[in-house]
């Protein structure tokens, strides 16, 4: 009898430790929740300029994007090293530093959804202003030392992928140099499931492109040689050796009545203390589609790259010596080659330290169907050449960046408007 009682009592002790599991659910299952995510800072560059003359900054490194959920927040983390010979004073106008809004989203000065001060319709995140992002946060931040800075990102209620691009300045004195740092900010639906992407496809798509070397965001128009018509154009009507006549990428849309433009060659701005004497001047040959002539054609031998159009068919020449003096209707060359026969072109010997720095680079390449006119944010010049092989260029040619980064298309611009612009190239549709 006890044996009998002893079993039984061990049997409901162990039907009481089990878990008790219907044969079907009585309940659907509940949605996945949300939940939020940063992903991995990006490291300081190396081997950073000091003691320049004035009010100078380079970028120092960041930390990473965030995955949020609607109307979630999180904290963002940038550095920037004091690379001029003035120091930065909290609290003193035309000293102290401040991040501020910047180009394309939400534009300079602009009011973002994604913080501000709650003035101008902007989420009260903490920020000193509505475009105000970011205070030094240091009483002092003297010639050589970084500055981190702190904000507080909200997401929006709308599921989707957005952007708040940046730039330091010195208030009341100057805009800072722009490396064209941005945060990208994913915001998951409220069962945590990722946004639906935005359309890919030929015209403009603002894209995250894997390569080899890393992922980067990338401003991109690319459309079928077929059915555009390339046109390299330049303010000047004659070779230029300075003051040269400039103008901003949306004059050269206007006046050739054009559906899309992105900047042209290096060329010496204004503000540029190197360039004194030989403002506006570029150094390079572009061919003005308007008046079927070289601009500088004498530049047309050397070490630089050409890529040329005859109508609908590209050429690339990896030096502009190799140029056979085959016509063309469009043509513009610069340095360095970045995709020559799909493969990357190693022009790290040829590059200064500012090119292999990250900032905002453009490019411009073919596949021999399609054209593609490029503003990468943030790479280097050799990580903008992996950008457009991953893009699909065969060949590939860097163009200005920084400042006079420039895209426009379908009625207003995506990056910039930046510096007037001596030269440009324009797609028109027939």
Not at 69 to 84: D, K, M, Q
Not at 92 to 105: F, I
Not at 311 to 340: E, H, Q
Not at 387 to 408: I, P, T, Y
Request: hydrophobic residues 40%.
């Amino acid at each position: 009898m006890r044996t009998a009682l002893a079993r039984l009592i061990a049997v409901l002790l162990l039907a009481g430790a089990l878990p008790l599991v219907p044969a079907a659910p009585l309940h659907p299952a509940a949605a996945a929740s949300c939940s939020p995510s940063v992903g991995p800072g990006i490291p300081a560059p190396a081997g950073l300029p000091s003691g320049v003359l004035g009010f100078h900054t380079q970028w120092y490194g960041q930390s990473g994007y965030p995955t949020l959920c609607p109307g979630g927040r999180s904290t963002a983390t940038v550095a920037y090293f004091n690379s001029g010979s003035l120091g930065w004073v909290s609290g003193k106008m035309g000293e102290v530093a401040y991040l501020g809004t910047w180009g394309p989203e939400p534009g300079q000065d602009q009011v973002s959804p994604l913080g501000g001060n709650g003035l101008a319709g902007s989420p009260n995140t903490g920020w000193p202003s509505y475009n105000r992002i970011a205070i030094q946060p240091a009483a002092y931040v003297g010639p050589g030392q970084v500055s981190w800075f702190q904000f507080t990102i909200q997401a929006p209620m709308t599921p989707g992928t957005y952007r708040l691009y940046l730039r330091p300045l010195i208030e009341g004195a100057t805009w800072l140099e722009d490396f064209g740092v941005f945060w990208l900010i994913t915001v998951l639906n409220p069962d945590g499931s990722p946004p639906t992407p935005p359309p890919a496809g030929l015209g403009y798509t603002l894209q995250q492109v894997a390569t080899p070397v890393g992922e980067f965001r990338a401003h991109v128009i690319k459309e079928r040689l077929a059915d555009v018509t390339v046109r390299t154009l330049t303010a000047t009507t004659a070779d230029c050796p300075s003051g040269c006549p400039a103008k901003p990428l949306d004059q050269y849309v206007s006046e050739s009545g054009a559906y899309a433009a992105i900047h042209g060659t290096y060329f010496c701005p204004p503000d540029y203390a190197p360039c004194a004497g030989k403002v506006n001047s570029f150094d390079y040959a572009v061919w003005n589609s308007a008046l079927g002539r070289w601009i500088n054609g004498g530049s047309l031998v050397g070490m630089n790259t050409l890529i040329a159009f005859s109508g609908k068919t590209p050429r690339f020449y990896g030096r502009m010596s190799a140029y056979d003096r085959s016509p063309v209707t469009a043509a513009i060359s610069n340095y360095p080659a970045l995709v020559m026969n799909g493969s990357v072109v190693d022009s790290s010997a040829e590059q200064s330290a500012v090119q292999m720095q990250r900032g905002t680079r453009g490019a411009i390449g073919t596949d021999g169907t399609y054209i593609y006119l490029v503003i990468a944010p943030s790479a280097s010049v050799t990580e903008t050449a992996y950008v457009m092989q991953a893009l699909g260029a065969r060949d590939a040619l860097n163009l200005d960046g920084g400042g006079s980064a420039a895209m426009w298309i379908g009625g207003g611009y995506k990056v910039g408007p930046g510096r007037q612009l001596p030269n440009a190239v324009v797609l028109t549709k027939p």
